[in-house]
Each structure stands twice: as structure tokens, then as C-alpha cells.
């Protein structure tokens, strides 16, 4: 399972082409973090902690999310809701959506708009309960001095669970509640992750049995993934390389 997702996870990353997106979206995490605990206190909150690493890696300007914190802070921010909806592409592949947005209305018909251009539908709340799992999840670019067994090690103590190298990433996976000691141990050792946060994995993958298919569930995946309201897209799409090219 985990390799599958590696797979799909990083050669998705290559194809991402919407850096100021993200910034977007990274900001907006914060803005959320803030608001959600009602203090921008980095030790004490969790989500701000994720939010503000994630805009380290994608080296979001500092006086950005300064901003976002102050928005977070102050009553801009409080008209976003986070909202999850969960549906399936064409041949059963499951897709789970994080959304945060001022809009529920014009987010779901969206994403209802979506579905029905590129095959599948919106399903009932918790209809993906079995298909993922979320985890801490970080990945770190392979360097030729790191050995995924030797880390693990290091990593089990502090709440690692699987420590897997594909692709010219480390990836490492741990229960969400270790992320913070994992992120702290990781530091001690001086490694850096490349991305890191809170996923939702994948506990088995779906083929799809041809490249039309293939073609419009990356469709539906893209235009999810551009949306503004929405904030992560998971999938459990086997990739296909021969559908790829």
C-alpha cells in the first residue's frame, strides 16, 4: 500500500505546476489554525505548527503569513469553514476532498460540477471511513547518506511506524499524534523533511481498467486540486505509467 501511494504521491508532485496556488492554501491553513485555537501560541497549537512548516517548504514570505496570522486573529477569518466531502471517480476509484471556504454552497456545487464532467459522484459523509486512513507523513529527498533502515530505528521510538525509499524519497510514516515528536527528532538529526504534514492514505488502490479512464480521473484529481476553497485532494488510483505517457 504504502509504496502505491508513494508512487502516486510523488510523481503528482512533479506534474504540480501551481506554486502560487499553494501559497494560497498554505496561507488559508494558517489563517484556519489560528482561528480554530483562537491564538497564534506555536507550542500550543498543533495545526499551526503543520501549517507554518508547510510554509517553510514552499517558502512562503514571511510578511504573507504574518498577515494570515493577523486575519486569523482578528474577524477576516472567521466566516471559513472546513468541511470534508467524499465521492467516487469512474471505475470505484474513492476520492476524499478537504475544503475550507466562506462559501458551502458554491464549494459543493463545484465539486458536484466536477463529478459530473469527469466521471463518478458525491457520496454520503463517511462512505470513505474504510478506504483511507490518516498519518503523519513525511518525506525527505534521498541524499545517498540516509538508510531508511537505520532511520526507522532512530524513528520508532518517537512514534515511526514505517520508513519506506522510493523515487529518490524517504517517506515516513507515523500516527498522528507523533508528528510533533517525529518533526522534533528528525530536527535533532538534522534532517530536513521536503514535505511533511497529515495525509490521508490509501489502505488498498483501485486499477482502472483503461487510459480514457485514467485520462479523466486525473482530470477530475487537477480540477479539484485547482479549486481555491478546496484544500487537499486524496485518491486511491493505482498509477498507471503506461496510461501515463
Known amino acids: 500500500m504504502g509504496r502505491k501511494w508513494n508512487n502516486i504521491k510523488m510523481k503528482k508532485a512533479a506534474a504540480d505546476k501551481q506554486r502560487s496556488q499553494n501559497y494560497t492554501k498554505v496561507l488559508r491553513e494558517v489563517t484556519m489554525a489560528v482561528k480554530k485555537a483562537g491564538h497564534a501560541e506555536v507550542d500550543a497549537n498543533f495545526a499551526l505548527k503543520i501549517a507554518l512548516l508547510k510554509a517553510r517548504e514552499y517558502n512562503v514570505p514571511k510578511d504573507n503569513v504574518d498577515k494570515a496570522i493577523k486575519k486569523g486573529l482578528g474577524n477576516d477569518g472567521a466566516n471559513y469553514e472546513e468541511l470534508n466531502y467524499e465521492g467516487y471517480g469512474l471505475d470505484g476509484v474513492a476520492v476524499f476532498i478537504e475544503a475550507a471556504t466562506d462559501n458551502p454552497t458554491r464549494t459543493i456545487s463545484n465539486i458536484r460540477s466536477y463529478f459530473n464532467r469527469w466521471g463518478g459522484s ?51 510514516k507515523g500516527s498522528v499524534e507523533a508528528f510533533g515528536d517525529i518533526h522534533k527528532k528528525l530536527e535533532e538529526l538534522k534532517i530536513t523533511a521536503h514535505e511533511s504534514g497529515l495525509e490521508r492514505l490509501p489502505l488498498n488502490t483501485k486499477e482502472v481498467g483503461s487510459k480514457e479512464s485514467f485520462d479523466k480521473i486525473m482530470k477530475l484529481l487537477d480540477v479539484l486540486d485547482a479549486d481555491d476553497d478546496i484544500q487537499k485532494v486524496y485518491h486511491n488510483m493505482e498509477w498507471n505509467e503506461a496510461f501515463a505517457e
Open 122 to 172: 458525491i457520496g454520503k459523509e463517511g462512505c470513505l471511513q474504510f478506504v483511507f486512513e490518516r498519518k503523519s507523513v513525511f518525506s525527505i529527498k534521498e541524499d545517498g547518506k540516509l538508510d531508511g533502515e537505520e532511520l526507522l530505528m532512530e524513528l520508532i521510538d518517537v512514534g515511526a511506524e514505517d520508513v519506506e525509499t522510493e523515487d529518490g524519497f524517504i517517506t515516513v
